[in-house]
C-alpha cells in the first residue's frame, strides 16, 4: 500500500512542520538518499572523469557511467550510449533544434502542440530564420489534445513533431504511442518532452517508439543542472555536434577536429558528474516505490482533489476531469480572472473591477500564509494561457509525498481566500 505520509519521512525539507509542498512540477524535493549520494561522492572520490589515471578519478569515473546505465534503464533503453546527459529539459531541445535544424530546409515543417512548455517551443521557433514553418496542433474544451486537428496537420512536409507527454498546466496525458505512429507513417521523427512523465508514471522509450526524449532530474528528486537527452543510436550518431570543447573530440588539428563516439560527442566540458550520481540515487528511490504504484497514487490523489475542487463555488480548473489522462498538476483560478489584455496594460488602462477577480498572485500570497506552496503565473506556457483565455492561473502540483491531507489544506485555505478577499 503506497504510504505518501512515510514518503515523507524520507525528505529532510519536511521536518521543518510548516511546509505544504504543492510545486513539484516546477522542482521536486530530495529524500535523504539523494542528498547522502551527493554528499558520498563529493567525501569519497570527487575528481575529474574520463581523465584522470588515479585511483578516485577512475571510481568517480565509474560512479559515473554507472549512473548512466542505471538512469538508461529506468526508462526502458537498453542502450546507454543513448543516454546524453545534459543540464535540463531545456538544454535537451535546444541541442536538437540546433542539430536537427541544420539539416531543415526552408518549407520544412515542425508540428508542435499549443499546450507546449516554451521550452518544446521556442527552440523550434528560432529555426523560423531558416524559413521552417511551424504549426501548432489545438486542444479541446476540455484540455485534451485534438487528435483530429494534430493528425491533419501532419503532411509530407512534416519532418519532426515534438510533443509533451504530461502538459505541466493541464495536466493532461497525451496518447503519445498514438501521436508516435502517425508521425512515423509521415516519415517525421517523434520527439517527447518528458519533462512531467518520467517522474510520475512509468516511461519505457521502446514501447512508445520516441526518436528523441527529454527530462530533468530536478523535477523527479534529483539534483538540478542535470538533465537527459534519450535518443536512438543511429540518429543520434547522425547529428552534428552541439556544443564544442574537451571530452566531445576524438583528435585535434589546428585545421580541425574529428568527434568522440556518442555519448560523449554531445557531453562537452567537465560533466555535472555529482549531478548524475544524484540522479542515478533518485532513480533508485523512485524505482523501489515502483512507478506503477507512484502513477496509481497521484491518479488517486487527483480524483480526490477534483471532488473537493468542484464542492467551491467561483472555483474554475483546467485540463481533462478524467483521472485517468490527468497527471498530478492542478491548474486553477478563484473567480473570474479575465483575459489579459496587452494593448490595455500598454495604455494604463485598468481592466474593468468583477466582484470575484482574484489574481493568481494574491491567492498564492495568501496560501503562502499558510505554509502552502504553490506557484501562480503563466509557468512558461504563454500561448496555452492565450487559448485558455487567461492571463495566468494557479497551479498547485502534487508528488509522492503529498497526500489528502494536503488536498484538504489547499481547499480550507482556498475557502478562506474567498472570505478574506470577498468585498
Ligand atoms: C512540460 C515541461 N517541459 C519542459 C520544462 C523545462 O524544464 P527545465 O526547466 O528543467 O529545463 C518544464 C518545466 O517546468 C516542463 O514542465
Redesign the pocket.
Known amino acids: 500500500m503506497f504510504d505518501p505520509v512515510r514518503v515523507a519521512r524520507d525528505f529532510p525539507i519536511f521536518s521543518r512542520g510548516d511546509l505544504t509542498y504543492l510545486d513539484s512540477?516546477?522542482?521536486s524535493q530530495k529524500p535523504s538518499s539523494v542528498i547522502r549520494a551527493v554528499e558520498d561522492y563529493y567525501s569519497c572520490c570527487n575528481s575529474n572523469v574520463h581523465r584522470g589515471i588515479y585511483r578516485i578519478s577512475e571510481e568517480a569515473t565509474e560512479l559515473y557511467e554507472k549512473s548512466r546505465e542505471n538512469i538508461s534503464h529506468f526508462i526502458g533503453s537498453t542502450d546507454p550510449t543513448g543516454t546524453v546527459f545534459v543540464?535540463?529539459?531545456?538544454?535537451?531541445?535546444n541541442l536538437l533544434s540546433y542539430t536537427l535544424g541544420r539539416k531543415l530546409a526552408p518549407g520544412d515543417e515542425i508540428l508542435l502542440s499549443v499546450m507546449?512548455?516554451?521550452?518544446?517551443m521556442v527552440p523550434w521557433q528560432l529555426l523560423r530564420e531558416r524559413g521552417v514553418v511551424i504549426r501548432y496542433a489545438d486542444i479541446d474544451s476540455d484540455g485534451k489534445l485534438d487528435l483530429e486537428d494534430l493528425k491533419s496537420k501532419i503532411s509530407r512536409k512534416t519532418r519532426i513533431v515534438s510533443l509533451?507527454?504530461?502538459?505541466?498546466v493541464l495536466g493532461t496525458i497525451n496518447p503519445v504511442s498514438e501521436i508516435s505512429r502517425t508521425a512515423h507513417e509521415a516519415s517525421a521523427l517523434f520527439i517527447l518532452?518528458?519533462?512531467?512523465s518520467v517522474p510520475h508514471m512509468p516511461v519505457d522509450v521502446r514501447s512508445i517508439d520516441c526518436d528523441f526524449m527529454?527530462?530533468?532530474g530536478?523535477?523527479m528528486l534529483g539534483p538540478?543542472g542535470i538533465?537527459v537527452l534519450y535518443g536512438k543510436q543511429d540518429l543520434l550518431s547522425d547529428l552534428p555536434p552541439f556544443m564544442g570543447g574537451g571530452d566531445m573530440i576524438r583528435e585535434v588539428r589546428l585545421d580541425g577536429a574529428t568527434w568522440n563516439t556518442l555519448p560523449y560527442r554531445f557531453e562537452a566540458g567537465t560533466p555535472n558528474i555529482e549531478g548524475a550520481i544524484g540522479l542515478s540515487a533518485a532513480v533508485d528511490y523512485l524505482r523501489n516505490l515502483g512507478m506503477e504504484d507512484v502513477r496509481y497514487h497521484e491518479k488517486d490523489l487527483m480524483s480526490y482533489v477534483m471532488k473537493r475542487a468542484e464542492e467551491i463555488q467561483d472555483l474554475i480548473y483546467y485540463g481533462p476531469r478524467d483521472p485517468e489522462i490527468h497527471g498530478g498538476v492542478f491548474s486553477f483560478n478563484l473567480g473570474d480572472i479575465p483575459a489579459f489584455d496587452l494593448e490595455s496594460e500598454l495604455k494604463g488602462v485598468r481592466r474593468p473591477e468583477s466582484s470575484h477577480e482574484l489574481h493568481p498572485h494574491d491567492i498564492s500570497s495568501f496560501l503562502d500564509q499558510s505554509g502552502i506552496a504553490v506557484r501562480a503565473g503563466h509557468?512558461?506556457?504563454m500561448p496555452l494561457m492565450t487559448r485558455l483565455g487567461v492571463q495566468a492561473t494557479s497551479r498547485a502540483s502534487f508528488y509522492i509525498y503529498n497526500s489528502r491531507k494536503d488536498a484538504d489544506k489547499l481547499f480550507i485555505a482556498l475557502e478562506n481566500a474567498k472570505k478574506a478577499f470577498a468585498r
Not at 507546449?116 to 518544446?120: L, P
Request: with cysteine; net charge negative; proline share 0%.
Open positions: 512540477a516546477a522542482t543540464r535540463n529539459t531545456t538544454e535537451a531541445i507546449e512548455h516554451h521550452s518544446n509533451t507527454h504530461a502538459s505541466n518532452d518528458a519533462a512531467q527529454a527530462f530533468s530536478h523535477k538540478a538533465g509557468h512558461c506556457a
